[in-house]
């Protein structure tokens, strides 16, 4: 055999072997499992479409949303009237599209405002810890022993159905569950060994809340406040469905189904079209709700 | 225990007093009081009816008579229904209701369950695909929208079942399905992902190493563990219940708690409103207390005094 | 006389999404009855998974047994199927998981846990298994054990729980016992009595134990033989004496100076610089390579394993014929310089 071959190589730690592969950043992983979820990208899309048709649809319709015309009354789809029209012989695809503006946009407001709300009360309760922390949360605990459909409920019947009013009382009641989280994420967070590690080397607490506590909380914080938007759609569908919706000639999905639902013997298609909006938009939220939780969940990173 | 016990019963009563001051307060809030709605009512018939329902008390004056008469177990009468008191209205409706609740959870939860536990086994295989996927679409479809729809298709075209109304067992079908879909979804989702996190952990490799067969491994050693979060749906799963038979009975035109529940919203009529709030609040605490107790049973590690201070 | 198990080019593979990674590669050893074999290197470097594939128990997917052969009792346990396996687990073949704390199921009581081996395999009713699961407890040494068997695992500290894992491993009596990093969750304190147990166990009742451990002390105090692992092979396999009298491999050589000895008197300890490769991209040639302060030019290409001795085996190219230097005069030149 060659003796070349068994000349000494100079020792040399070669560091690329120190390094086992290339690190990719947290979120980089993130985006890469999301990615590979072909249900939460399909709801992207799906969300995405419904979006621009939301804002752009009802420009493109020859028909507004609240002209009545009873001679085309309870029509069939058709090449003019796509969905059909109602029982006022309104165009139902542009109530629909209306509609869309509205119920999109209680999800959007909903889970904007509960975010905040939510992430403030939280938060305070979180980092002061002690009575003030007890109070705050006995507060939500009293509140969260009775279905929050029910608060929304009573709300609306005192604070009479409108636009506006839903707003107000999913506000009112759907911070608690963001609240909350908040308050778990802080309080699990300040006791692991990497921030007591950022405190020894003299942290200050501004620096371990904006370094580490906002980061490592904002994955749940997102798949809360994604998952809070078809839940308002719901409530609100819910609230018009017994008739504690926006008020006419204004239309959600929820009351477009509601409407639906009484002539659902003779037109059947009134229903078909507002329902197949609401649950494809919930399926699609849910779905990107999953796709987060299945990325963002550090236990399943591998 | 019966530290936790009376600690629990403590401020279960203290989070009723809570309620109904606020919805008693709630409704006492609403402009103009509970028969400015009806038209024409001359100013004396309206002053006669304030009296008779005492509504020309001092606020503290009427709330403290409503508090002693709760006391008493009387929630007053209805303002629209002359001659009925809402406890009339929760003893016509509730045994509906409570029938139909029980069918929709005997519904949800076996099935629910034997859904989450296959699609666990067959993780990332098409099974767990279908189950899934069905259980997605299960907490996206609201009930009232399922509804419509199974009456459409079982009650108008293929006329298997009665649309509406409540005269036995064929009744409650389609009904109980509307009810049960989300929370059963739900529950074969929650055991899907306990059973999946159960099935990795370390415990189950040693069951493994014992030599314990896959049938036993699920039984004995996973699936009590996985039905920990199960158990903790329970109290949530009644809430949906519950306030989901607000829409299925009017839907389906069910004589049930739910039903008149709306209709007393449709009337705005208040006394009806408060008291059915107050019940089902009553009940649902009730319930989670119940189920705080039986979630000791399933979980050894949990013990109640420690619980109670937390 | 027969080995009771004989291990033959076992290979290991996991199916990441990074790729294939070669947990384990071409091992090879035997078990004889009541020996004792000591398993030793990094994190990571194929031992665990060695003992999981004996067991049967590799978590499919992603990772499967790609070639080998495990013969236990002349019976191949790679081709065997599941129902067969079940009844040599934890009656014939046993193990103890490093991990006492997550290794007992919380909800279950430790009694039923134990008791459950001998309702499996030796088909007791469940009062007389219960009886067997006092005995066993009084075996390794837990006092009042008709209370305990009661007991849930989180009532009890983690030194009593690896001795209700040592119980549960040995109730059936089998002929082999794994025991995967024993000690390594436990106190100081606490180990030195497992292992003495570990000992006591397997001369009282002549199980044969395959100790994994990264800690040398222990396997010369128990083992007759030692397999040194690296980046999923055996680098270096010999009686216990041999290899701490006359180690072979850099790295072997390395791991002994990296353990502190009562004979050294002053200095400090040494330790390998570096890290063990990822499987995922192994070296071509030798693994240790990267880190080995003798590697030479044809360390490039994989080394064949060589034996020193009659069973003393070692795959280093120091110990081919052609080598000009041999593992023992470089390892003398380095002490003394």
């Given at each position: 055999m060659n003796t070349e071959l068994f000349k000494r190589v100079d020792f040399q730690l070669d560091a690329s072997y120190d390094i086992g592969r290339p690190s990719t950043t947290y979120w980089q992983d993130v985006w890469r499992r999301l990615n590979k979820n072909k249900l939460s990208i399909l709801g992207l899309i799906i969300i995405s479409f419904v979006a621009i048709a939301a804002i752009a649809g009802p420009f493109f319709t020859a028909y507004s949303y609240s002209d009545q015309n009873l001679q085309i009354a309870n029509q069939s789809p058709s090449a003019v009237h796509w969905f059909g029209t109602d029982n006022l012989g309104r165009d139902l695809l542009t109530r629909v599209l209306y509609g869309a503006r509205i119920s999109l946009s209680i999800g959007i407001v909903a889970s904007m405002s509960t975010m905040i709300i939510g992430v403030l009360y939280g938060g305070i309760a979180g980092l002061s810890g002690g009575r003030v922390d007890t109070i705050m949360m006995r507060i939500i605990d009293i509140v969260w022993s009775i279905p929050f459909l029910l608060y929304v409920i009573l709300l609306m019947v005192v604070l009479q159905p409108g636009l506006m009013n839903i707003f107000i009382a999913l506000t009112l009641v759907y911070w608690m569950p963001m609240a909350r989280l908040v308050r778990g994420q802080i309080l699990s967070l300040r006791e692991l060994e990497y921030v007591l590690a950022a405190k020894l080397v003299g942290a200050s607490s501004w620096r371990i809340i904006i370094k580490h506590l906002i980061p490592n909380s904002f994955g749940p914080i997102l798949i809360t406040a994604t998952l809070t938007i078809p839940e308002a759609i719901f409530s609100e569908a819910f609230l018009s469905y017994i008739g504690l919706g926006v008020s006419a000639p204004m239309a959600s999905w929820g009351v477009?189904?509601?409407?639906?639902?009484?002539?659902?013997?003779?037109?059947?298609?009134?229903?078909?079209?507002?329902?197949?909006?609401?649950?494809?938009?919930?399926?699609?939220?849910?779905?990107?709700?999953?796709?987060?939780?299945?990325?963002?969940?550090?236990?399943?990173?591998? | 225990m019966l530290q936790y016990v009376s600690k629990r019963a403590l401020s279960m009563v203290l989070v009723l007093y809570i309620v109904i001051t606020a919805t008693f307060l709630l409704m006492h809030s609403i402009p103009g009081g509970p028969f400015t709605t009806e038209k024409q009512l001359t100013p004396e018939v309206l002053r006669n009816i304030n009296a008779r329902y005492h509504l020309d008390d001092p606020l503290w004056k009427q709330y403290i008579d409503y508090m002693g008469n709760?006391?008493?177990?009387d929630l007053g009468p209805s303002f629209k229904y002359q001659d009925r008191t809402v406890n009339n209205i929760i003893a016509d409706g509730f045994p509906v209701s409570i029938q139909l609740g029980t069918f929709a959870v005997l519904l949800a939860v076996p099935f629910g369950i034997s859904a989450g536990i296959l699609a666990s086994l067959r993780h990332n295989r098409p099974l767990d695909y279908i189950v899934m996927s069905s259980s997605t679409l299960g907490i996206s479809i609201p009930s009232f929208i399922l509804a419509s729809f199974l009456i459409y298709f079982f009650a108008f075209k293929i006329k298997l079942f009665p649309a509406a109304m409540w005269n036995g067992f064929s009744y409650m079908i389609l009904p109980g399905i509307s009810l049960a879909a989300l929370p059963m979804a739900v529950v074969a989702r929650l055991t899907r992902s306990g059973m999946l996190e159960v099935l990795s952990q370390d415990f189950i490799r040693t069951a493994k190493a014992k030599g314990v067969g896959k049938g036993l491994i699920i039984y004995r050693h996973a699936l009590k563990n996985s039905l920990i979060p199960v158990v903790t749906y329970v109290g949530p799963m009644t809430a949906g219940i519950l306030t989901g038979s607000f829409v299925v009975e009017s839907i389906f035109n069910i004589p049930g708690l739910g039903r008149y529940f709306v209709t007393s919203i449709y009337n705005r009529d208040y006394t009806v409103i408060l008291g059915i709030t107050i019940f089902y609040s009553a009940l649902i605490v009730i319930f989670n207390f119940l189920v705080d107790i039986a979630y000791v049973f399933l979980d050894p590690r949990i013990s109640l005094d420690k619980k109670g201070d937390s | 006389m027969q080995p009771i198990l004989s291990v033959e080019n076992l290979k290991v593979i996991f199916n990441t999404y990074a790729g294939t990674v070669q947990a384990v590669n071409d091992v090879s050893f035997t078990l004889h009855e009541g020996e004792t074999i000591g398993i030793v290197g990094e994190s990571g470097c194929g031992k665990s998974v060695t003992s999981s594939a004996i067991m049967g128990l590799i978590p499919s997917p992603p990772g499967r047994i790609a070639s080998g052969r495990i013969l236990f009792e002349g019976r191949d346990l790679v081709t065997m199927d599941e129902k067969s396996l079940q009844k040599i687990r934890g009656n014939q073949i046993s193990m103890i998981f490093q991990d006492p704390m997550t290794s007992l199921n919380p909800v279950l009581t430790v009694g039923l846990q134990l008791a459950e081996s001998f309702m499996l395999h030796q088909k007791l009713p469940k009062k007389k298994a219960m009886e067997k699961a006092v005995e066993m407890l009084k075996l390794v040494g837990i006092p009042a054990p008709e209370t305990r068997i009661r007991q849930y695992p989180h009532q009890m500290s983690g030194g009593m729980r690896q001795r209700v894992m040592i119980a549960m491993a040995l109730a059936c009596?089998?002929?082999?016992?794994?025991?995967?990093?024993?000690?390594?969750?436990?106190?100081?304190?606490?180990?030195?009595?497992?292992?003495?147990?570990?000992?006591?166990?397997?001369?009282?009742?002549?199980?044969?134990?395959?100790?994994?451990?990264?800690?040398?002390?222990?396997?010369?105090?128990?083992?007759?033989?030692?397999?040194?692992?690296?980046a999923g092979r055996v680098v270096e396999s010999a009686p216990v004496?041999?290899?701490?009298?006359?180690?072979?491999?850099?790295?072997?050589?390395?791991?002994?100076?990296?353990?502190?000895?009562?004979?050294?008197?002053?200095?400090?300890?040494?330790?390998?610089?570096?890290?063990?490769?990822?499987?995922?991209?192994?070296?071509?040639?030798?693994?240790?390579?990267?880190?080995?302060?003798?590697?030479?030019?044809?360390?490039?290409?994989?080394?064949?394993?060589?034996?020193?001795?009659?069973?003393?085996?070692?795959?280093?190219?120091?110990?081919?014929?052609?080598?000009?230097?041999?593992?023992?005069?470089?390892?003398k030149e380095c002490e003394t310089a």
């Open positions: 477009l189904a509601s409407e639906g639902a009484t002539s659902l013997r003779s037109y059947p298609f009134q229903l078909f079209f507002p329902a197949a909006a609401i649950c494809i938009t919930m399926l699609s939220f849910n779905f990107i709700g999953d796709g987060l939780r299945d990325a963002l969940d550090p236990r399943m990173r591998k | 709760i006391l008493k177990f | 009596n089998p002929q082999i016992l794994i025991a995967d990093e024993p000690t390594t969750a436990l106190d100081v304190t606490v180990q030195a009595q497992i292992m003495e147990l570990i000992k006591k166990l397997n001369t009282e009742l002549s199980t044969a134990v395959i100790l994994i451990t990264h800690d040398l002390g222990v396997v010369a105090g128990m083992c007759s033989r030692v397999l040194v692992m690296y004496n041999e290899f701490y009298a006359n180690p072979q491999h850099p790295y072997s050589w390395g791991l002994l100076k990296s353990l502190p000895r009562p004979d050294m008197k002053s200095g400090t300890l040494e330790s390998i610089a570096g890290q063990p490769p990822d499987l995922l991209a192994p070296p071509s040639g030798c693994a240790f390579m990267p880190r080995c302060r003798f590697a030479m030019e044809v360390c490039k290409q994989p080394p064949a394993p060589i034996k020193v001795t009659e069973d003393h085996m070692c795959r280093c190219w120091l110990l081919d014929k052609a080598s000009p230097h041999t593992p023992v005069t470089l390892f």
